[in-house]
């Protein structure tokens, strides 16, 4: 196989990372799937897809190799599953699942199964975060041992009130506490630091606009990884304030990264013995470190917003099949990501108490 023929389920971000397909050389866009007849026709006309279908089950028997599972969050295991049991490899959008005895089946189902299972989890390959992981694998931050990130991202005009009708994003993001949608912050800091979440604590400030939510303002997750290192996250779906959703923070023996906070601020890196006079010094200046494939993407596709790296995602997930690797967010990886938001919400409604996470690669 020299190409993976994928069929994308879900035709609003699934349409946008199959346009994203023509930067992954190794990936064919062969087919869209989604209920919704217009929404359909568009996608097919953005992407020139050959085959188009309105049943999931009619793609699933077609013919193709993998499947982007790009339906609604609480959908993603169910999807998966039933993509994997017809023997297809399975790229499923964030987050991996809204409960945790889903993260438990979805484990045991791609054991099962013997196919490839990703999480599409494109912040992990984001252009500056290339740079800070490139130094971090070259040894430049010495032991990391502090990581913290924020998604400030006001949604309120995206969240239904729940009496008109069910809405997967009032569902799971207004109507629960914690931090549900934690792998966008989690995933690049667990790439760093390379190990799982033990332990999950949450506080939140109460919710001061819609009258009707759930869901805090702000809430703060702190996290402890195996080894003990230390991350702190904010989310904040509700304030009204200017948006950021990529601002990451990172600490080593030797060396400090934090992104801007705002538009007019830059990409910083502090490196002891190089950054002159303890100031910080532009990311940029660091550029030698950025990943390969990020040569081959046209400088019109290059941002460093969320979007920035979904081709390199794309085209990791094609390469894991061809050669038979494994994958680069793998389903442990995946649930590891997923779990700590999900025991977020457990952490806030008992006052902020500690939250053991399950180690998945053990069994139940
Ligand atoms: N990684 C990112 O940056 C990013 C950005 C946006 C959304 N997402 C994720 O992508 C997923 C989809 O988000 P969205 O905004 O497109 O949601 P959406 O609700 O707008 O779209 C989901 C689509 O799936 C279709 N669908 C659901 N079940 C189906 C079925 N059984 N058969 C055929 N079609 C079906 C629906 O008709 C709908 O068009 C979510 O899980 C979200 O968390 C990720």
Known sequence: MDKVRIGVLGAGRGAGLAMAMRFAPSMELAAICDANQERLAQAAAATGVAQTYTTYEAMLDADIDAVLVASPMPLHVAHSIQALQAGKHVLSEVTAATSIEQCWELVEAVKASGRKYMLAENYCYIRPWSIVLGMVRAGLFGELYYGEAD???????????????YNWRTAELAMRRGH?????????????????????????????????????????????????????????????????????????????????????????????????????????????????????????????????????????????????????????????????????????????????????????
């Not at 998604?151 to 009708?165: M, N, R, S, V």
């Open 151 to 165: 998604q400030l991202q006001e949604l309120k005009g995206a969240l239904p009130h729940p009496d008109t009708g």
């Open 180 to 364: 549900q949608y934690i792998t966008h912050n989690l995933g690049p800091l667990y790439w760093a630091f390379g190990e799982r979440i033990q332990s999950v604590a949450c506080q939140g400030s109460g919710q001061h606009h819609l009258e009707w939510a759930r869901a805090d303002d702000t809430c703060v997750v702190l996290l402890q990884t195996v080894s003990g290192k230390l991350i702190r996250i904010r989310l904040d779906f509700f304030s009204d304030r200017p948006m950021n959703v990529t601002y990451y923070g990172l600490q080593g023996t030797e060396a400090a990264y934090e992104g801007p906070r705002g538009s007019k601020d830059d990409h910083k890196i502090f490196v002891r013995g190089k950054t002159p006079g303890g100031e910080w010094q532009s990311l940029w200046d660091y550029r030698e470190f950025l990943a390969e494939g990020w040569k081959r993407i046209p400088p019109e596709m290059i941002n460093d917003n969320w979007d920035g790296g979904n081709a390199l995602m794309l085209e990791d997930f094609a390469r894991c099949i061809i050669e038979d690797t494994r994958p680069p967010v793998d389903v442990i990886d995946a649930v590891n990501l997923t779990a700590p938001g999900l025991l977020s919400e457990i952490s806030r409604e008992q006052g902020g108490i500690p939250v053991a996470v399950p180690d998945f690669t053990t069994g139940r």
